[in-house]
C-alpha cells in the first residue's frame, strides 16, 4: 500500500523560496543586505535551524509569498483530489509491477505549479509542484508515485532508473493508455540501456511485445539471446531484480545500442 499525505507547509514554502532565489530580485536583495549569514546558511541547507527565524517571518508578510501560499494551497486540493480519484488503480498497478506488498507511508509538501520542482528530501517526504500537472493530471500521478518511491529504494542510479521505468515509463504508459512516457533524466540513459533487456524479462513482454518497445524506445539488442534468463528473471520480485542486475552489470558486457532519435 502506497499512503500519501499532503500537506501545504508554509515555513517549508518560504525556506524553499530563499534557498531557491525563488522571489523577486529587491525583495531578495533586501533580505540578502539584512539577513546575509541566514541566506547563505539556507542556500547550502534548506532546513537548517542555525539561522535568525525573522528571514521567515519577514518574506512570510508579503503579498507575493501569500499568493504563492494560496497557489500551493490550491494546488495541493486538485492533486489530492485527484489522487484519491485514481490511487486505488495505482496501488494495483504497483502491486503488480513490484511484485510485492509495498508498505510505504510518505508526506508530500505541495507547491504552487509554477516551482517546476520534484525532488525527494529523506525521511519520507518530498516536494511536488510543477506546471506540467495542471495541463496534465497523469503528469502529476506519475511523479508523485516516482518521487515517493524515492524513500523505499536505494539512491544509487540504477535505482533511480528502476524507479523511472516504474512510473515515468509504465504506470505513465498505464494511465494514459499510449506506448509514449514521460523522459526520464539524462543521467539514468547508460543504466537504461544495460537494463532494457531485463526489464523487458522482468514484465514477461512477448517478442513481439519487445519488438514493438523497441520502435519506441530505439533500444536496439538480440532478443533471442536473452530468452534463456527469461524463466528466471520473470519469476523476481522488484528488489531481486535490482540485486540481479547490480551483479550483471558488475560481470557482463552488454550488447544494447541505442539509436539517438
Ligand atoms: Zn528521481
Same mark, same amino acid.
Given at each position: 500500500?502506497?499512503?500519501?499525505?499532503?500537506?501545504?507547509?508554509?515555513?517549508?514554502?518560504?525556506?524553499?523560496?530563499?534557498?531557491?532565489?525563488?522571489?523577486?530580485?529587491?525583495?531578495?536583495?533586501?533580505?540578502?543586505?539584512?539577513?546575509?549569514?541566514?541566506?547563505?546558511?539556507?542556500?547550502?541547507?534548506?532546513?537548517?535551524?542555525?539561522?535568525?527565524?525573522?528571514?521567515?517571518?519577514?518574506?512570510?508578510?508579503?503579498?507575493?509569498?501569500?499568493?504563492?501560499?494560496?497557489?500551493?494551497?490550491?494546488?495541493?486540493?486538485?492533486?489530492?483530489?485527484?489522487?484519491?480519484?485514481?490511487?486505488?488503480?495505482?496501488?494495483?498497478?504497483?502491486?503488480?509491477?513490484?511484485?510485492?506488498?509495498?508498505?510505504?507511508?510518505?508526506?508530500?509538501?505541495?507547491?504552487?505549479?509554477?516551482?517546476?520542482?520534484?525532488?525527494?528530501?529523506?525521511?519520507?517526504?518530498?516536494?511536488?509542484?510543477?506546471?506540467?500537472?495542471?495541463?496534465?493530471?497523469?503528469?502529476?500521478?506519475?511523479?508523485?508515485?516516482?518521487?515517493?518511491?524515492?524513500?523505499?529504494?536505494? %539512491? +544509487?542510479?540504477?535505482?533511480?532508473? /528502476?524507479?523511472?521505468? *516504474?512510473?515515468?515509463? &509504465?504506470?505513465? #504508459?498505464?494511465?494514459?493508455?499510449?506506448?509514449?512516457?514521460?523522459?526520464?533524466?539524462?543521467?539514468?540513459?547508460?543504466?537504461?540501456?544495460?537494463?532494457?533487456?531485463?526489464?523487458?524479462?522482468?514484465?514477461?513482454?512477448?517478442?513481439?511485445?519487445?519488438? %514493438? +518497445?523497441?520502435?519506441?524506445?530505439? /533500444?536496439?539488442?538480440? *532478443?533471442?539471446?536473452? &530468452?534463456?534468463? #527469461?524463466?528466471?528473471?520473470?519469476?523476481?520480485?522488484?528488489?531481486?531484480?535490482?540485486?540481479?542486475?547490480?551483479?550483471?552489470?558488475?560481470?557482463?558486457?552488454?550488447?544494447?545500442?541505442?539509436?539517438?532519435?
Amino acid at each position: 500500500m502506497l499512503k500519501i499525505n499532503f500537506q501545504v507547509n508554509e515555513e517549508y514554502l518560504a525556506r524553499r523560496m530563499i534557498s531557491t532565489n525563488n522571489m523577486p530580485t529587491d525583495f531578495a536583495n533586501y533580505l540578502w543586505d539584512k539577513y546575509r549569514d541566514s541566506y547563505q546558511t539556507l542556500q547550502k541547507n534548506v532546513a537548517s535551524n542555525n539561522i535568525d527565524m525573522n528571514i521567515i517571518k519577514e518574506l512570510q508578510k508579503q503579498d507575493f509569498f501569500i499568493q504563492a501560499l494560496k497557489s500551493a494551497n490550491d494546488n495541493c486540493t486538485r492533486i489530492k483530489n485527484n489522487w484519491d480519484k485514481n490511487q486505488e488503480q495505482i496501488v494495483n498497478f504497483l502491486k503488480r509491477i513490484l511484485k510485492i506488498d509495498l508498505n510505504l507511508e510518505v508526506t508530500g509538501f505541495i507547491f504552487p505549479p509554477n516551482f517546476n520542482t520534484g525532488v525527494n528530501i529523506g525521511n519520507n517526504c518530498f516536494v511536488w509542484g510543477h506546471m506540467q500537472g495542471t495541463k496534465d493530471e497523469n503528469y502529476d500521478l506519475v511523479y508523485l508515485v516516482h518521487e515517493a518511491l524515492h524513500s523505499y529504494f536505494e %539512491k +544509487d542510479n540504477m535505482s533511480h532508473a /528502476i524507479i523511472e521505468n *516504474i512510473s515515468d515509463v &509504465e504506470l505513465a #504508459r498505464f494511465l494514459n493508455g499510449t506506448i509514449k512516457h514521460y523522459p526520464y533524466h539524462s543521467f539514468t540513459q547508460e543504466e537504461h540501456i544495460k537494463i532494457y533487456p531485463y526489464w523487458n524479462l522482468y514484465l514477461n513482454k512477448t517478442k513481439e511485445e519487445i519488438l %514493438k +518497445d523497441q520502435e519506441y524506445t530505439k /533500444i536496439m539488442y538480440d *532478443i533471442d539471446k536473452y &530468452e534463456i534468463e #527469461r524463466d528466471f528473471v520473470s519469476k523476481l520480485d522488484i528488489n531481486q531484480l535490482i540485486d540481479f542486475l547490480k551483479e550483471k552489470i558488475k560481470s557482463i558486457e552488454f550488447e544494447t545500442s541505442y539509436e539517438i532519435l
